[in-house]
């Protein structure tokens, strides 16, 4: 297949030890069946190329049970430069790390994020966005059991009552599971409704077509955080 | 943490080239966060160890487009005989390769199958199970849009209308997304219904709690398929 006008070639999924494995799995399962119907590339983007565990790293004081992990291979190290059209940025436990561990994600961010054509943000993926900076004056959302990660983006709108939030062209997602639906909102705006729908079926996935039906804000007690 | 009396504690998932992302870390991130709190191992299991991709084998004829796959690590072969208490059994596109290919998958499922104290399948996991003669005499559903592999059953009870099935130990899930679902039942039957919440609200998920409740059936016009 040739590439299509308009519509975006290279993925980028970024990797950091620790992600949580829905955050990722759930975005690339409707993508890996998008493309078998549309010319697309991925890259998994991690520190270095290899081997990157569900684990949570040792400095977050978190991986007390090492016993059940996955690994993932990361395609591209953050330095590889790998041509990104849509980059994909995960959470999980793996962010609760020193600041020191985290700097290459953010400034792999930082240096991608403005030139791409869209990003999508899963659970706390949105929190690391929000420190790269390319969230600013932007309104998003975020998982709502860690909602003080909106902490890290003081100047972001964050909005609770959300399963996501589009802003222009970044997407950001609520927790976990809330990844498939954003996915799937985002396919539909770029690639049309039938197709999301095509994909939502194939997955056997009833899609949350409501951005701001979300329960789990009221669950946590989320409150909207305006921008300082 | 110690092992719990009666809870089950080694968990195996198998893993062949081509395998359903999202069958996989479906219920595998359930776990992951169930992990958090009990003690529990994990073995990924292929016929040889290390990196397993998601995309289908040459002979499937369904790799045309060979740019946008994940690549995950089996721990253990096929021959290590890790010990398994729940065996897990995703579905995938690889599951269209010739039967040769797949011969030591259901070799191993014959082999350790029997002895799983817990079987959990999605999507076309079902099918090779029952290719293993596990399924026989038992009741199962699969995935709707490949209702046709019911015929690798053909002792098996297939249930078109349903979300998953349970029959004794055996639980079977309908399509891709399906995994989640049947995960929790599961979780919720043998860890109690709060644990499964607990789980679900993590990840943010609407688990859906009727097995019966399931569109996709009706969408492919699926009818069930009575043991011969």
């Keep these: 297949m040739a590439p299509e006008p308009q519509l975006p070639l290279n993925f980028g999924m970024l990797l950091f030890p620790g992600f949580q494995a829905l955050d990722v799995f759930g975005p690339l399962d409707c993508l ?8 697309m590339n991925l890259s998994i983007i991690s520190q270095t190329r290899g081997s990157v565990s569900t684990e949570p790293p040792e400095s977050t004081g978190l991986n007390v049970l090492q016993s059940f992990n996955q690994h993932v291979l990361a395609t591209h190290s953050t330095d590889d430069d790998a041509p990104v059209d849509v980059l994909l940025i995960p959470g999980g436990l793996g962010l609760r790390a020193p600041e ?3 700097a290459p994600y953010v400034e792999y961010i930082k240096k991608v994020g403005p030139r791409c054509q869209y990003i999508i943000t899963i659970c706390t993926g949105a929190p690391l966005l929000a420190k790269s900076g390319v969230l600013d004056g932007k309104r998003a959302t975020t998982n709502k059991a860690a909602w003080r990660f909106t902490a890290w983006g003081p100047k972001t709108d964050w ?6 939030v589009q802003d222009g062209n970044i997407w950001t997602a609520a927790g976990v599971s809330a990844g498939i639906d954003v996915t799937l909102a985002w396919i539909g705006t770029v690639y049309g409704e039938e197709t ?7 997955m056997e996935y009833r899609r949350a077509t409501d951005s701001t039906d979300d329960p789990f804000s009221a669950l946590h007690d989320c409150q909207d955080v305006p921008a300082q």
């Excluded at 890996?32 to 010319?39: A, P, V």
């Excluded at 999301?196 to 194939?202: I, K, L, Q, W």
């Design 196 to 202: 999301a729908t095509a994909v939502s079926n194939r």
């Design 100 to 102: 020191a561990e985290l």
């Design 159 to 164: 909005i609770a009552r959300a399963r996501w």
């Design 32 to 39: 890996n069946i998008l493309s078998q119907s549309h010319k």
